[in-house]
């Protein structure tokens, strides 16, 4: 818009100054052509065609001298080309000396200088605000990374008391009882009654019991971490409008940053599916391997936003792509007949 008013303001003084100095000559002609060329200027890209129009004009202009009073409306581009080089065209200038024509090309030099500069303090900003853009999707992608991170890091101290309590308990109650079953073992050899000896037997099997079931317990906050399967059927009963089918063929146990970075693997999917497509159907599937685990995740959407799920927020397919790195493996997705993840976690790297 800048350009086309200091332009407009040119050509109605080189109108002007064509009218009062030339009233006599074919002035239409002489606009039309030098309009044309200076719009096939604007909107060029090409410099050779440019150049080409360049010389053209100025061959007119000494043909021509008309055309020398469109000269101002020439100057202007040729300045944003050209910068200082345009000193080059005074003389032709020169040839046909107006005073008026020569304040109108001082001023169409102006105008263009201001423009320039104006160009570049936009092409500076464009610069700083991509840098700025750049910098906070890099901010909110470390920021979200850094929540994952809390969160982990939050559970794993919750797991990691649990497992001091369970210690102690073993190492305390555990030992207690153990030493009350030697003991009514030891008073069972004594004892010659056998109504002693069959209460002892009874209050004997009643601590045995109880130590199997303090172990069990110990064992489970040991473990308790995650329930990998409870939680992701939790996940799916999350969306009762797609009919979801999983499939968990994971013998051995995992330890707990594997399971809560398949957890927030299949997590991210499921977003994904509910928010960028239109599936009814959603098939997850966990299996392991002699080597290594897999997982596989497929909808039947037609309509999904590709573009979303290549931009969304959170986890998202950047972060699947590290975490596959992270044990080794790799990531393949497609939107072929719908959504389609293929995880691999190798073992090796456990």
Excluded: W
């Amino acid at each position: 818009m800048r350009i086309l008013l200091e332009k407009f303001f040119i050509t109605m003084f080189c109108l002007y100054n064509t009218y009062k100095i030339k009233p006599h000559e074919n002035l239409a002609l002489y606009f039309l052509i030098s309009i044309i060329i200076s719009l096939s200027l604007d909107l060029l890209g090409n410099k050779r065609i440019k150049a080409i129009l360049y010389i053209s004009f100025i061959m007119m202009c000494f043909f021509y001298s008309p055309f020398i009073l469109y000269m101002p409306l020439i100057l202007y581009n040729m300045y944003l080309d050209f910068g200082g080089y345009i000193i080059f065209i005074l003389p032709l200038i020169l040839m046909d000396i107006y005073v008026p024509n020569l304040f109108i090309c001082i001023t169409s030099v102006y105008f263009s200088v201001m423009t320039k500069k104006h160009r570049l303090i936009l092409d500076e900003n464009k610069i700083v605000r991509d840098e700025l853009k750049e910098d906070t999707l890099y901010l909110e992608k470390y920021n979200k990374q850094l929540k994952i991170d809390k969160e982990k890091n939050i559970h794993i101290a919750i797991l990691t008391e649990r497992n001091r309590i369970a210690r102690e308990l073993h190492d305390s109650i555990g030992h207690v009882i153990s030493s009350s079953i030697l003991q009514v073992e030891a008073l069972k050899v004594v004892s010659t009654e056998k109504n002693v000896i069959k209460s002892l037997n009874v209050l004997q099997k009643t601590l045995k019991n109880g130590m199997d079931d303090i172990r069990s317990n110990i064992h489970n906050l040991y473990n308790e971490s995650l329930d990998l399967e409870n939680q992701i059927e939790k996940l799916c009963m999350e969306i009762p409008t797609i009919d979801v089918e999983l499939i968990y063929k994971v013998e051995g146990d995992l330890n707990y940053n594997l399971k809560f970075d398949i957890l927030s693997v299949i997590k991210e999917a499921i977003t994904n599916c509910t928010k960028h497509s239109n599936a009814t159907n959603l098939k997850i599937s966990l299996l392991e391997h002699p080597k290594f685990y897999s997982i596989i995740i497929k909808d039947n959407g037609s309509n999904f936003d590709e573009e979303a799920i290549l931009s969304t927020k959170g986890i998202g397919l950047t972060s699947m792509k590290e975490i596959g790195n992270k044990y080794n493996g790799f990531l393949n997705y497609k939107f072929d007949e719908g959504f389609n993840i293929h995880l691999t976690l190798m073992k090796d790297q456990l």
